[in-house]
């Protein structure tokens, strides 16, 4: 499955960056989040309970952060395994500067969904990985808001 | 151990007094607990219509139903219309025109057509195949059906 | 031949059990203190197995043992090949990788089972399944055939050096010296796609131990039940007679429940061999796409050539066929397809390849149609795109080229699935051609329907195609018939049934050779303790080999009445005559002394027979064909489909069919629709999508779509065009039917849609075909 997408954050590329770099606000913003652990500086563990058409499992996994290039780009690694089946992807992530301290995140990322996951469930996948974006982006809007207009 | 439920089911008449499991099928309770073997299960997920009973006079499909739903309610399946001596005039039909090959899922069949040609009993060939598109068959290519239900609308509304 | 019962359309014996609900299948029968049995199945499609931990999956309350490869010791071991290699060929190269029943070490297929567990019931089975843990390396995913054929390709067994499982060339004439006197050579790629059997009753198996008396009871809906006894028996090391498999009642077949060597008819028995228990196993609808065998998908690279008027010089045929992750099954699919390529017509020049080749995706072995759709569709579209090419009508090409009555018997010289050289041995294929035009009216189509449609801003299309059905292969079938003391009669055969009928058409053969009344003889099939001997249900052959052994048996048997009577009676054997249901000296019919009394004689208890004669009324008969037969036909279609919505709507349908005699032409009827449903299904709805990671996405009725009673045609026409001629093939004269139907909707579907948007010049490469991709093509054409 291929992702791709972008989205306006209104924020400076530096906040946003951070952002990123953020378990907590990572944590928060993705539905059906259980649990968010840092490992190391690049490194996360975490619990994710997702529900694709007839398919709800709960799936355990890893995130890496690599070829992080501060403020511009990084590369995230996700690998996670449940029940329902695996999921292991690569997204590459760019924050572009538009000026007037809003930055432009584009995505763009490749996923291998198995299992019964992708026999029972592909169908869905496509317009779950949608909302799903949908919701993560609001909650970060919501986030930003919070913490870069408050400041 | 999980935990149990009471339910009270009448099934063909007779009712029964169970303890389930909230995830019990209906499907399940009615081949297994039951011991009713007639309901098949064909797909599991409410597709191929294998498994369809009447659920207070409608049909419905017992693998998409949890035994727990069915506290209370009357149920139907193919054991409650004819036997091997004295068929269903459905099922006369049935094999008359040679309309069941394996026969895994004649039953399912039957109980969709017993409460269609209850509402509709002379049906066109049209509205036969409509009621019967829910229903998956691998070995007769439906022809045979279409022509027993024929014949058993016609026999049934003649002795009306 | 006819009699009172033969040749009639009588009316189901089996039917009042199964109508009622009466009727056993595998998931109906219960032994007491049985467990249930549940697999876990990879995930991935390709990868090393590191560590599979089981034990917190024992800890559960309800789970009684788990076992993964290691448990098994040494019984783990590759399978059987269930069908020999193509050594008949020369130069033909074979590499055995059969079915292993749990992985070890490699996965090479999503759904390849990698723990049994064995609980109180299958609820908790498959809880236990969250207990596992299972840590895998993930390797690359081999999944397009022709790439996985290429040297540089990740290799499926890493044994090999390369995915090839098998290469077998046959040539008849020269095909290049062919070419060179062409006046048109045209080429296409071609591709057929992957689709399931999908019999509505999923598999299923119980395997009960009994120490005492140390027999091992297994009940299976398969469709050969005495390999599955031969295979355990062999395996647990026990006599065959320690061994009793019985098939229930069997929810359809279709092919793939004739494999076998899978996970529950090899670890079951052992399994409660071991824990001196029951054991079931009963598929769910996604085990049954992920892990049951399915057919089909080859990619056909084609050449005809030809002479300016038409005729066929040469054809050519280098097709990749898929086997999946092991090739148990030998090469029956890929061997039917090379000989159905040229089975209709007169082709001097003929070359074809298979490259059989390993992917990571689940086990290829036949379903209905098997390879015949392929070969028939493969040689059918090439004649339509050179008819296209040159200007002819499908039509005039197909005239030139069909073989004619006079010209059979005629051996092609391609070797088939039974490793004999084929024969098409009756038919009269350019007359069944023709009586398909005339049904299907195909002048006043062109001529008047379809214009008149076309101004009315309608697209309708025709097509019309010929088609042959490789049937009846050896080796041979059996039976035993019975005339006990009620006068009642058993017949009893190992072969097994899945609805065809065999309980009503076996005795009507007995049952006029008797002169009893049909629904008293008792067919027995698939029960390894009543009969002993035979192969299974495939390949259309019950009826021709079975059935010819029932006659066979039967007159044995009347022979032995006869004998018999003349002693009970006191007169010469020409003057007994056999009523319904006594013998009696003829016209004295005070004389009659019923069947089940003349049985009783039959004892040299206190019968009329002397010691040294063989007792009972009783007999037993083999029969086996020298080569298989081949039914015939050909099939007519007129579809509207519109041109936003791309859907195909079938008008009316014509199949013209010559299976030689109809034991009952109600249940030959039965076949061919059935047949046809799915054949349309294959054509318009159904396919197994394999994504590039080898990850099934059709694995429910929901992404699989099979064909409604809303998808058939609105008119559907069935014509017998039965050949004399095939009086010869055997006593009977039947070729068989079981697979007709379902090979000649695709290549006539197709012709039909690409004449709907013949102003479009819409080329149609492929065997599945959703509106989408219909769609698809238009547009295609559109951007040219
Ligand atoms: S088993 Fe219920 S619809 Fe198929
Ligand atoms: S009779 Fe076999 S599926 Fe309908």
Redesign the interface.
Known sequence: MKVEGEHLFKAPREVVYEMFNDPDALGAAVPGMQKMIKLDESHYEAVLGIRVGPVSANFSGNLSLTDEVPPESVTLVIEGKGGAGFVKGVGYVKFEDLGDETTLLKYTGEANIGGTLASVGQRMIDSVAKSMFKTVFEKLDKILEERWQKN | MKKLFPITVTVNGKVYERQVEARLLLSDFLRHDLGLLGTHVGCEHGICGACTILFDGEAVRSCLIFAVQANGHEIRTVESLGTPENLHPLQQSFTDKHALQCGFCTPGFLMTLVPFLEENPTPTEDEIREAIDGNICRCTGYEKIVEAVHDAAEKMSQKK | MTGKYFGNPI??L????????????I??I?VPGQLHAAFLRS???HARILKIDVSEALKR?GVVAVYTAEDFGDFWKPGPLQVPPPTAIPGSKFNARTLVPIAKDKIRY?GEVLAVVIAESR?IAEDA??DIIVDVE?LPAVVDLEKAWEDSSVLVHDDLPSNMAALVTQEVGNYEEAKKKADVVVARRMLIEHVAG?????RGFLASWDDQNQVMTIWANTQSPLTVRGSVSRALGLAESQVHVITP????G?GPKVMTSLTDDVLLPWISKQLKRPIKWVE???EN??ATTSERDQVHHCEIALKKDGTILGFKDVFYHNTGAYDSYGMTVPLNTQTHIISNYRVPNFYTQIRMVFTNQMVVTPVRGAGRSEGVFAMERMLDFAAKEMGLSPIEIRRKNLLRADELPLATGITGQDFVKNTLDSGDYLGNFEKCLQAIEYDKFIKETQPKAQKEGKRLGIGVVAFTEGTAVGPYEGCKVTVSTSGKVTMTTGYSS????HYTVFAQIIADQLNVKVEDVKVITGDTNHFAWGAGTFASRGATLVGTAALLASQKVRAKIFSTASKALGVPEDQVELGEGSVSIKGKPDSAIPLGTLAAMANPMRGVIEPGVEPGLEATAYYGPPHGSTGCGAMGVILSIDEETCKPVLEKMVIVDDCGTMINP??V??Q???????GIGNTLYERLVY?E?G?????????YL?P???D?PKK?EIIHNHAESSLKLNPLGIKGVGEA?AIPPGPAIVQAIEDAFADKGVEILETNLSPSSIYGYLKKVEHK
Do not use: C, H, V, W
């Not at chain 3, 089996?14 to 299948?25: F, I, M, V, W």
């Not at chain 3, 009642?249 to 359809?252: F, K, R, T, V």
């Not at chain 3, 899945?498 to 009928?501: D, I, K, L, S, V």
């Not at chain 3, 061919?672 to 799915?678: A, D, K, N, R």
């Open positions: 009316k189901r089996e039917d009042k059990q199964l109508l009622t609900g009466n009727a056993k299948y998931d109906d219960e995930d991935f499609a309350p999503s609820y399944f969250d993930s999908a019999a509505m009753e999923n009642a069997i929810g359809g279709f769910d609808r996604r796409f992920l899945q609805g065809q009928a109600l249940i009827d039965g061919l629709q059935g047949g046809i449903s799915m994504d990671n990850q099934l996405l059709t694995a429910s009725f929901m992404d099979m409604l009673a809303t058939m559907l139907g």
